[in-house]
C-alpha cells in the first residue's frame, strides 16, 4: 500500500481549497457592503464629498441634460486644449522635482506654471459652462445649485 492520496482526493482537495477562497472572498464582499454602504448621493463624489459637478449633469433629466451638453460642444476644444497644457505643466512640474541637482527656484517656476494653466483651464470651463446654463430650464439650474450631503 502507498501513502500516496488518491487522484480523486487530490481533485477534491484542490475544488475544496479552491470553494473556500471563493467563499471568504464572497464573504469580504457582502461584510465590505454592510460596513460601508455608499448611497446614490455619495456614490460618485468631488474632494470634499459632495457630487462631482459632472455628476450632477448626469443626473438631470435626459432632455436636459442633452440640451447642456450640445451647448458645451463649441467649448470642447478649448477645454481639451488647456487640460492638455496642464498635463504638460504637472509633467514639467514632475521634472522639476526630480531633477537632480534640487533646484528650487526652478521647482517654484513649474509650480507657477502649473497654477497659471490650472487658472486658465478652470476659467474656460466657467466660462462655457456660464454659457451653457442658458439653455437649461430653471429647475434644473435649480436642481444644480441643490447642494449634495457630505460622506
Same mark, same amino acid.
Given at each position: 500500500? +502507498? &501513502?500516496? !492520496?488518491?487522484?480523486? +482526493? ?6 475544496? @481549497?479552491?470553494?473556500?477562497? %471563493?467563499?471568504? @472572498?464572497?464573504?469580504? #464582499? #457582502?461584510?465590505?457592503?454592510? @460596513?460601508? =454602504? ?9 474632494? &470634499?464629498?459632495?457630487?462631482? %459637478?459632472?455628476?450632477? #449633469?448626469?443626473?438631470? !433629466? =435626459? +432632455?436636459?441634460? &442633452? /440640451? %447642456? ?8 476644444? $478649448? ?8 498635463? +504638460?505643466?504637472?509633467?514639467? %512640474? ?6 537632480? =541637482?534640487? &533646484?528650487?527656484? $526652478? ?5 507657477? $506654471?502649473?497654477?497659471? /494653466?490650472? $487658472?486658465? @483651464? ?24 441643490? !447642494?449634495? =450631503?457630505?460622506?
Amino acid at each position: 500500500m +502507498t &501513502d500516496r !492520496p488518491s487522484r480523486a +482526493t487530490a481533485w477534491l482537495s484542490g475544488l475544496l @481549497l479552491i470553494s473556500v477562497a %471563493f467563499n471568504c @472572498l464572497l464573504i469580504g #464582499v #457582502v461584510a465590505g457592503r454592510l @460596513l460601508w =454602504p455608499r448611497d446614490e448621493a455619495t456614490a460618485v463624489t468631488g474632494g &470634499d464629498g459632495s457630487l462631482t %459637478f459632472g455628476e450632477r #449633469v448626469r443626473r438631470l !433629466p =435626459p +432632455t436636459e441634460r &442633452d /440640451k %447642456f451638453q450640445a451647448a458645451m460642444q463649441p467649448h470642447r476644444p $478649448a477645454i481639451r486644449a488647456a487640460r492638455e497644457e496642464l498635463a +504638460t505643466a504637472r509633467a514639467q %512640474f514632475r521634472e522639476a522635482l526630480r531633477h537632480e =541637482p534640487y &533646484d528650487a527656484a $526652478a521647482l517654484l517656476q513649474a509650480m507657477a $506654471a502649473m497654477r497659471a /494653466k490650472n $487658472a486658465l @483651464l478652470q476659467q474656460r470651463i466657467q466660462e462655457a459652462s456660464a454659457q451653457a446654463f442658458a439653455v437649461l430650464s430653471p429647475q434644473s439650474r435649480e436642481q444644480l445649485s441643490r !447642494p449634495y =450631503p457630505r460622506r
